[in-house]
Structures are given as structure tokens and as C-alpha cells.
């Protein structure tokens, strides 16, 4: 929980969570900017940090993504090829969707329509 | 008084509707900003992806001036709202007149790729006024129709 002082903080929240063996779900929810991508940049950190061969963010919830939090994910898409898996991301809105076509960088990940089939491995 | 550097309201007979919002030049009032861009984007018909668009650059050029102004500055954001397009002029102090905004960065080339044009400029300051960076971008409502 994003907790700040100021009156007119942004707000982020993350959660790291285990939905089954294997398969490692970082939630995002609310607007990732210059103010929370500290914030954002730590809870990769900690997705890319982490045991499994899946790597999923939750973007259901991003309600806006700025430069900078499309900087920390292009980082991101890379570190997984390091570890040898592509990063699995959940788009449904248009504040994320549209930066990663207009940029041509969705190619760097694979995208699902929700966290289930996100989740979902090779059996 | 401002002597400023500034759209003049003569420059909008043209039609345009202005709407100008000043802030202190912290990040945690960009979003404030951000909203107003998509709100008249909003009311101006753009199309949804048009709105998407101007946010995400709005808010790149408020950041990137946040970046180098000084301490005590505003952040003056101006935006001209035409006939299918809206026009923004955002502007900041800087400490000194050689505070420069680099153009060779990911942040830059995003703003260029979401913009339909974007400039910055660099103003000494003449006159016992301060030294200032602005960034414009225009943004089209939508797809031109050919």
C-alpha cells in the first residue's frame, strides 16, 4: 500500500501472489508515473527476483502508464529473456494497450486477457 | 505581474478555446494536469485512442520540465483547444539559463511518437525576467481522412 504524506499523492498498489506451482503474479493497480515508478520499479524487482518459470504482471487495474513505467517494463521483458522466459502481462485497458502499440513494443511480451489465462502452463 | 513568455489571448481569435493551468513543478500535481488534457480532449470529440494519447504526452512534457525546474518554480501548462486539434504549450524556470532539456532520450522519443509535433525551447530570459523551458505539442483529434 502506497502510503505518502503528501495531499495529492498518486496511488499504486502491488501485490506478489503464488496462484498455483510455478507461476508468479505481480497485481498493479492505479496510475504509474514519474511519482509512483519507485515504487513500481521495486515490486518488478521482486517479480523478476522470484522463483518460476511464470512471470506475470496484472495490469487489469492501471488505470495510466507513463514513459517511465513503460521504460520499467521494456527493462522487464528483458531481465525475463535472461531468464530465459518470455513475461507474460494482463492488458484490458486502453491506458496500457495503446502505449505498448503506438510504441511497437508489445512484441516484447505475451499478453493475455486475464490472470487465469495468464497463468496457464504448458502441461 | 507575469511578463512571461505566453500564448497571448489574441493568438486564440482564431477560434481556439484556451484553458491554462499553473501548479507549483511537482510531480504530484501532474496527474491534475493530465486530467484536465483528457477532459477536453474529451469534450472535443477526439477519438478514444487521440485522448489516451494526449494524456500520456501531456504528462511527458510536465515530467521532463519537472525534471529541470528550479525549486520554487510553476508549472504553467496552456492548452488551445481547435477544431481537431488541441495545441499545449507547457513551460517551467529554470536556476539557470543552461539548464537544458535533452531530446536523446526514451521519454523524448515516446512524446514524438505519441505528438503529431513537439518542440522545446530554451529562453534565457531577458529584462530581469528568469530563464524558462517550454515544450509545445499539438495533438489531431483523430485519423486524417484521406
Known amino acids: ?123 | 505581474m507575469s511578463d512571461l513568455d505566453s500564448p497571448s489571448p489574441a493568438d486564440a481569435l482564431d477560434g481556439a478555446s484556451t484553458v491554462e493551468v499553473r501548479t507549483s513543478a511537482s510531480a504530484a500535481l501532474i496527474p491534475t494536469i493530465r486530467a484536465v488534457a483528457s477532459d477536453l480532449a474529451a469534450r472535443a470529440d477526439f477519438d478514444l485512442d487521440a485522448i489516451s494519447d494526449l494524456r500520456m504526452a501531456v504528462d511527458e512534457a510536465c515530467a521532463t520540465l519537472v525534471d529541470v525546474a528550479a525549486p520554487t518554480s510553476w508549472l504553467r501548462c496552456t492548452f488551445l483547444v481547435r477544431p481537431e486539434r488541441i495545441e499545449v504549450h507547457a513551460q517551467v524556470q529554470t536556476k539557470h539559463s543552461d539548464a537544458v532539456v535533452s531530446t536523446d532520450t526514451f521519454g523524448w522519443r515516446v512524446l514524438q511518437t505519441l505528438a503529431d509535433e513537439v518542440t522545446v525551447h530554451h529562453d534565457p530570459g531577458v529584462d530581469g525576467a528568469g530563464p524558462t523551458v517550454g515544450i509545445r505539442l499539438d495533438k489531431r483529434s483523430g485519423d486524417v481522412m484521406r
Open chain 1, 1 to 123: 500500500m502506497n502510503e505518502s504524506t503528501q495531499p495529492c499523492a498518486d496511488f499504486l498498489e502491488t501485490s506478489l501472489t503464488r496462484p498455483r506451482p510455478g507461476a508468479v503474479v505481480l497485481t498493479v493497480r492505479g496510475e504509474i508515473d514519474t511519482l509512483t515508478a519507485p515504487e513500481f520499479t521495486a515490486a518488478t524487482d521482486e517479480l523478476l527476483t522470484s522463483s518460476g518459470e511464470i512471470l506475470v504482471m496484472d495490469l487489469t487495474d492501471v488505470r495510466f502508464l507513463a514513459s517511465s513505467g513503460l521504460a520499467v517494463l521494456i527493462s522487464a521483458a528483458h531481465r525475463a529473456e535472461d531468464r530465459g522466459t518470455r513475461l507474460r502481462l494482463v492488458v484490458t485497458s486502453r491506458a496500457v494497450r495503446r502505449p505498448l502499440e503506438i510504441t511497437g513494443t508489445a512484441g516484447m511480451f505475451d499478453l493475455y486477457p486475464d490472470p487465469e489465462s495468464a497463468c496457464g502452463g504448458r502441461d
